[in-house]
């Protein structure tokens, strides 16, 4: 098991390496769910990863468990304006996610199989890993808390 200040760790250094080279920081001027930004999605994703996988106690990658949580959301558009290139958004951004990232970054191949499988079962096939299926339960954790604007403390799912 590893512990909270050690991923927090993992994750602020993350964070911090992918802002420094990449597009990274353009994802905070999209919206993901309500006020939320897609930066702050994918940080809170990577976050809830981390928690999932030292609760359960379970033996995961932490280095692309988190990368591919940071970078699950990297399609670099807004989804909310109206457009033919993104009408089908929740089918089609796993790959346009992917296809960013690869320009971006070497990614592994649990980087590549938690970004286009994160959507499962939206996307037909279902991950591989088992880091990818953490980020895809820990996707729609998230998800469904800024959709519903659920506040720390209310009924909000608690990894902690």
Partial sequence: MILKEEYEAFVESAIQRLCENSRFPQTAKYKQHGSISVFEHSIAVAYTSCRIASRLHVTVDYESLIRGALLHDYFL????????????????????????????????????????????????VPPYYLESWIVCVADKICALQETLRLKEGSIAVDFK
């Fill in 77 to 124: 558009y807004d989804w909310h304006e109206k457009s033919k290139e993104h009408r089908l958004h929740a089918f089609s951004h796993p790959q346009k996610a992917l296809c960013n990232a690869c320009k971006d970054f070497q990614l592994t191949p649990k980087e590549k199989d938690i970004i286009l499988r994160h959507m499962f079962p939206l996307v037909p």
